[in-house]
């Protein structure tokens, strides 16, 4: 049985880098893609990036320069890193599985971070 588990800090101070790991349990990472969405307060889904088979990754252009998602094949976890972070970072981040047409069949239930000071 596949899970995905968020991990989170739950406040992040602005400007300090948010940290969320995805731990995964039932599958391993290999060969699958993975990604991190977020649900900002009131809006849809927003797709940030992903870590595909041999740690290749791949990021929504808009978060791009301050985002940043690695793989930990022997925890079988991955992590989202997001830099200089605002309150309109604070979202519902969701990791997910799925393959190379980005049809998702996995979701984690999602952490809520919120940023304030």
């Known amino acids: 049985q596949v899970q995905l588990q968020e991990s989170g800090p739950g406040l992040v101070l602005p400007s300090q880098t948010l940290s969320v790991t995805c731990n995964v349990s039932g599958t391993t990472l290999n060969p699958f893609y993975w990604s991190w969405i977020r649900q900002l307060p009131g809006k849809g889904l927003e797709w940030m990036g992903a870590?595909?088979?041999?740690?290749?990754?791949v990021y929504a252009p808009s978060l791009e320069s301050r985002t940043s998602i690695s793989g930990d094949t022997s925890k079988n976890t991955f992590t989202l890193h997001l830099t200089s972070v605002t309150p309109e970072d604070t979202a519902v981040y969701y990791c997910a599985r799925h393959g190379i047409r980005f049809v998702y069949d996995y979701w984690g239930k999602g952490t809520l971070v919120s940023v304030s000071s």
């Open positions: 870590i595909v088979s041999g740690g290749n990754v």
